[in-house]
């Protein structure tokens, strides 16, 4: 028998393919979320294999159980939906690792925190390799998840020296798929749902900034990988695909994808929008053995036709 592994966030776009992944490897798998973001029905085709489990839960509030590992992946990962509330998805970030590492020090788990390249802010150095500290207003818009996931590595970090829980942080950059949610509001499933409607494609600002996209099933190869690492590695390590995309590229890219004729149209851009990002993985490639094999062609084109599967 495999491991017995509980997933936060679980019913969520990551959290849902990552229980389905651990599951076809042998494991047991329990998968823990409050439906703010994800969705049964993102788990609904697990739910009759044996070794998996369904359970609503918010991670702001305690949770026990025996398990071997745990991957938290709780909180909303879109900027309209962590700041639809902004206090909330702090608490997620914060009492969501505190409850969780508490749980790992008790059963003597092995835990991974999804981390994110918003540790970095808006940065200054390119391309953000883990030792830069990063570029964080703490007040802006994108206070309440950048400081929350900051505070989630300081709290992982401290229950390891402290506590010797044995702890592992992914810093995850831009990934995407099937099973992102129609309505998630970020670009790569926005960009997509509206050439397929041949709705204007909503570009942010000029489009000039960047983002380097990474498919999901790459992201999840690098987040078992470090799971699996020996107990001295914890991280923090950047998983994401260092090939990076102007906003307006990408949106060039969709509609030719689809075969579109969805006009470019700009919008105003949110405030303390990073400039520019792409992940330094060197540290990934030598700790790891990991980097991604899927390109942003080939990921689109996938996820296109998920998406032409469920818009109509
Ligand atoms: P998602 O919104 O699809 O998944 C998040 C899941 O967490 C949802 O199922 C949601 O219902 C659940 N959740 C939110 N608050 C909760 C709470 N208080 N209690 C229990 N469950 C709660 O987003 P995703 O893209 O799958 O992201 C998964 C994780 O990876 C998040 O922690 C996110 O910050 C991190 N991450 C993702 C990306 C990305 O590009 N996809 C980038 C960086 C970091
Ligand atoms: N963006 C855009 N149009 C959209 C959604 C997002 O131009 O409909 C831009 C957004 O301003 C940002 C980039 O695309 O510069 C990535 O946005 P997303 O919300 O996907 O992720 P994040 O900003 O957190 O990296």
């Known amino acids: 028998m495999g491991k017995k592994i509980l997933v936060t966030g679980g019913a969520g776009f990551l959290g849902s393919h990552l229980c389905e992944r651990l599951l076809n490897e042998g494991n047991e798998v329990v998968c823990l979320d409050n439906y703010f973001t994800g969705q049964k029905s993102n ?14 839960h918010d991670v702001t509030m305690p949770f026990f159980i025996e398990v071997d590992e745990i991957y938290n992946l709780a909180c909303p990962a879109s900027p309209i939906h962590y700041q639809y509330n902004p206090i909330k ?30 540790v970095y802010g808006d940065p200054q150095i390119h391309p953000q390799t883990e030792n830069y500290w990063g570029h964080v207003n703490p007040i802006g ?10 505070a989630a590595e300081t709290l992982f970090v401290n229950y390891h020296k402290q506590n010797n829980v044995k702890i592992k942080i992914i810093r995850i950059f831009n990934t995407y798929g099937p099973r992102m949610h129609p309505n998630d509001g970020r670009v790569v499933s926005n960009f997509i749902v509206q050439a397929l409607k041949g709705q204007d494609i909503t570009v942010y600002g000029d489009g000039s900034q960047t983002r380097s996209f990474c498919y999901y099933s790459d992201l999840l190869d690098g987040m078992v990988k470090l799971m699996n690492t020996g107990d001295d590695f914890t991280g923090p390590v950047n998983v994401g695909n260092p090939n990076e995309f102007t906003i ?44 991604p094999k899927v390109q942003l062609e080939e990921g689109l084109v996938k996820t296109i036709e998920y998406f032409r599967t469920i818009v109509k």
């Open 43 to 56: 788990v609904v085709h697990l739910l009759d294999h044996p070794y998996f489990e369904l359970v609503r």
């Open 89 to 118: 998805t702090m608490k997620t970030s914060v009492m969501g690792a505190v409850n969780m590492l508490g749980l790992a020090k008790r059963i003597k788990a092995k835990i991974l925190q999804a981390s994110t390249s918003e």
């Open 141 to 150: 818009e994108r206070a309440c998840y950048d400081e929350g996931k900051r």
């Open 248 to 291: 307006l590229q990408l949106a060039e890219k969709v509609i030719e994808l689809c075969g579109s004729d969805s006009k470019i149209v700009r919008k105003p851009l949110p405030s303390d929008d990073p400039m520019q990002r792409q992940p330094d993985i060197s540290l990934a490639k030598s700790k790891l053995g990991w980097e």
